[in-house]
């Protein structure tokens, strides 16, 4: 019997360990699952890469967590999709864990497949949605464009300055409304003429654009919130020895002599803050709605370069700034 009892014993002996192998398997498994990193998919806005603004921000953003490590990411751009439909339908296909759309024209293309793949997470920027799987990020691009509006109404020798948008919409009337109000804090009898070219990828049509204010209206500092149809009217200002103000970026290089400063939104630095704190998180918000401005460091002023800022003016910048973010001074957004 005990003969019996040590051979059954030692029969056992190779199942419990190979049961032992398995679960060690499985747990070393699980945790490299966990230590993979995030999928990130992205769509980008109409214009794409290479908008030397909107998109590119973005881009930068997401390379920035994939090089710490925290993610990796696939992007569409609708000139290869041809449908942001399409390009949302891939991304969920090949189960992306966070799936963001870049812009307010993506929101109904994405509610449609966030409705579809309900165990998805969604992120949106520049509008909101109601879904349980949407979140979103906001920018208060009204101060920033505040600021814009102040140092165009302090190097304004006309009193005449223009404002140049993208598409008409409630997103671009924000930066159109905290300009204005910028520059006639510094200006009060000074006039800003606004025009929408209906397009953010014609260059030409922004040189159309600010052709016409300048030699029409004797307009002598121009903000362009229109994408690549903005970059046409910075270099049309730089040709006719005007001023201009870039957007999104500093764009500063594309006409030196010209751009004063930009109005900086920082969609990088909220995209790798928003993306990072969701990996930290079990893949999980923190928030539904997030909003960045002056005081998150969402939005902000390029260098100002071309003038030169006196010193009672680079004060007064200084301390709207501060009033700004501290909640003193609330720029209205229309």
């Known amino acids: 019997m005990k003969k019996r009892a040590v051979l059954l014993t030692f029969r056992w002996i190779p199942m419990v360990i190979i049961f032992a192998l398995l679960l060690g ?8 699952t966990k230590a993979q990193p995030m999928k990130v998919g992205i769509v980008l806005s109409d214009i794409g890469l290479g908008d030397q603004s909107y998109s590119d921000a973005a881009f930068r953003g997401l ?4 090089d710490e490590g925290k993610i990796v990411f696939e992007y569409r751009e609708i000139s290869e999709t041809k449908t942001y439909d399409a390009a949302f339908e891939q991304l969920a296909q090949e189960k992306a864990d966070l799936i963001i759309g870049l812009g307010y024209m993506v929101k109904d293309s994405l509610e449609a497949v966030a409705k579809k793949y309900p165990d998805r997470s969604f992120l949106i920027v ?6 349980p799987n949407v979140a979103s990020i906001t920018f208060k691009e009204e101060e920033g464009s505040f600021m814009a509006g102040v140092v165009a109404g302090l190097t304004s020798h006309t009193e005449q300055v223009g404002f140049i948008g993208g598409v008409e919409s409630p997103l671009l009337k924000k930066f159109e409304a905290g300009y204005r109000t910028g520059v006639q804090s510094v200006k009060p009898d000074a006039k800003v003429t606004a025009t929408y070219a209906g397009d953010f990828g014609k260059p030409e049509l922004g040189t159309e654009i600010a052709q016409d ?25 730089q040709k006719q020895q005007k001023y201009a103000i ?10 030196e002599k010209a751009v004063v400063t930009s109005m900086i939104k920082n969609v990088d630095i909220a995209i790798y803050k928003v993306v990072t704190g969701f990996a930290d998180h ?24 071309v003038v030169t800022l006196n010193p009672d003016q ?17 720029v209205p957004a229309q």
């Open 314 to 330: 680079q004060k007064l910048l200084d301390d709207l700034k501060e009033k700004i973010k501290s909640g003193a001074l609330v």
């Open 25 to 32: 398997a499985c747990g070393q498994s699980a945790a490299q």
């Open 246 to 255: 870039g957007v999104d970026s500093d764009q500063f290089f594309i006409a």
């Open 282 to 305: 079990q893949r999980k918000f923190t928030d539904k709605n997030m909003v960045f401005g002056l005081a998150e460091d969402g939005i902000g002023l390029a260098p100002i370069r």
């Open 126 to 131: 520049d509008e909101k949605s109601d879904l």
């Open 213 to 237: 204010m300048i030699n029409r209206n004797q307009i002598d500092v121009i903000y362009a919130a229109a994408g690549l149809t903005g970059v046409g009217a910075l270099q049309e200002a």
């Open 63 to 66: 390379i920035q967590a994939r």
